[in-house]
């Protein structure tokens, strides 16, 4: 009962949440209602036993990307913008995409077979902790990838830096 | 317990905000933040997929998809600056130098 009452207020707030994003008209108040979202997205990460997951959603998400989305946006001269309606004139016709995709994904969910259960059950992750468990599946079987993710990085800051600097004129 | 389906149902459903985010505004962050909006709904299917079969490759995904969000932030942010730096606004509909 108490499981069920957590994931209904989670899910309602998560959807509420995500649409206030979307039709906010003032950039800044997308940004801080995605703060919100983020962390409650953390707390159903926490209730599926994701602690490190649910970590670096706090970390990442909330305290890097949004930040990162903020100083864009004051950064951003955007007074204009808020004088103009915030949604495209035939927007019901993204709502009417958007329902039929959400459809179309619903009924697919029903039509899952579920595989066979692995290793990491509850119980095992607890005896273990689950950055124990994550950090040694990271490092052993997906090493290259996460080599690869460093890279990633590296390009990301390298792309950044070179996007956003401002050209001298010669 | 409270069934798969309902976390499936409940990412299904902030993909989909996400999609009409995307689709209906115009003003360039609020795209980016749909798209940002979308990367969590599938992070949510695959956290919970992982618990229900009990299993830790999804969490592996999760963990390189936020730090692929992280890249493509820092690199789409720099880009909309210099978008907004040549052309001195973030509607989507001023930037049609590419039209044919």
């Known amino acids: ?170 | 317990m409270v069934d798969l389906n309902w976390y499936l149902v409940l990412s299904a459903a902030v993909f989909m905000i996400g999609v009409f985010g995307f689709l209906t505004r115009r003003n360039i962050i609020i795209m980016f933040m749909s798209i940002e909006l979308m990367l969590n709904a599938v992070n949510m299917t695959l956290v919970s997929f992982s618990h229900y079969m009990q299993d830790m490759r999804g969490h592996i995904l999760v963990f390189f998809i936020i730090t692929v969000a992280a890249a493509e932030a820092a690199i789409g942010l720099a880009i909309i600056l210099a978008l907004f730096r040549n052309k001195q606004t973030a509607h989507v509909d001023e930037m049609n130098e590419m039209k044919g």
């Open chain 1, 1 to 170: 009962m108490l499981h069920q009452l957590f994931f209904g207020y989670y899910a309602f707030a998560i959807i509420v949440l995500s649409l206030l994003v979307v039709t906010r008209k003032n950039p800044v108040h997308s940004v801080m209602w995605m703060l919100l979202l983020f962390f409650h997205i953390a707390g159903l990460y926490l209730f599926l036993n994701a602690e490190f997951i649910a970590a670096i959603q706090v970390i990442v998400y909330a305290g890097a990307i949004l930040v990162l989305f903020l100083f864009v946006v004051l950064l951003l001269n955007l007074r204009e913008e808020m004088a103009i309606k915030q949604f495209v004139s035939s927007w019901k016709a993204g709502l009417f995409i958007a329902g039929l995709l959400f459809v179309a994904v619903v009924n697919a969910i029903g039509s899952h077979v579920k595989g066979p259960a692995g290793k990491y059950s509850v119980e095992a992750i607890r005896s273990e902790t689950h950055v124990k468990a994550l950090g040694k599946l990271l490092y052993t079987e997906y090493l290259f990838p996460f080599e690869i993710a460093s890279l990633i990085l590296l390009v990301a800051v390298i792309g950044a830096v070179v996007l956003a600097k401002r050209r001298l004129r010669s």
